[in-house]
């Protein structure tokens, strides 16, 4: 996990949209940036239908919010419309970002060994700098902590 104070690494990938979304394209906003294992598994619909419920307090705030996994555009886009998402959903097929962010990990269940995400989330600031680091998240509170967080600013 990478550690509050230090400067976000950039990022452009592909949106559900096929559209190219950049973290520069934030800069001036505190900006969500959430990455998770598998579009439409039980601890992922969780986590986003969470951060949709949530989604009109994070645009009162001026806060967007960026869900990033490995999945491709079209199952992104599947999932956001089974959802109702209405924020971004970023494609990292090749792991690059999900490496960057230090969120792609060996991980161990039932005593398999295998690589995955690392369910990990980012509150960027106005200037690209990581104000607040949550590691291993629960689905369920997370998107809650953080506006606990953003409302004690």
Request: hydrophobic share 35%; charged share 30%.
């Amino acid at each position: 996990m990478l550690k509050e104070g230090t400067k976000a690494p950039e990022f452009t990938l592909l949106d559900k949209e096929g559209k190219e979304v950049s973290l520069k394209d934030f800069l001036g906003h505190k900006v969500v940036v959430y990455f998770y294992p598998k579009d439409s598994t039980p601890g992922c619909t969780r986590q986003a239908c969470a951060f949709r419920d949530a989604y009109g307090e994070y645009e009162r705030l001026g806060v967007p919010v960026i869900g990033i996994s490995k999945d491709s555009v079209k199952s992104h886009q599947n999932f956001a419309a089974k959802q109702e998402l209405p924020f971004y959903l970023l494609s990292d097929p090749e792991k690059a970002v999900l490496e960057a962010y230090d969120v792609w990990k060996e991980k161990k269940m039932y005593g398999k060994v295998s690589m995955g995400v690392v369910r990990t989330t980012y509150l960027i600031d106005e200037n690209g700098i990581i104000e607040k680091a949550y590691g291993r998240v629960k689905p369920d509170t997370n998107a809650q902590e953080i506006l606990e967080y953003l409302g004690t600013l």
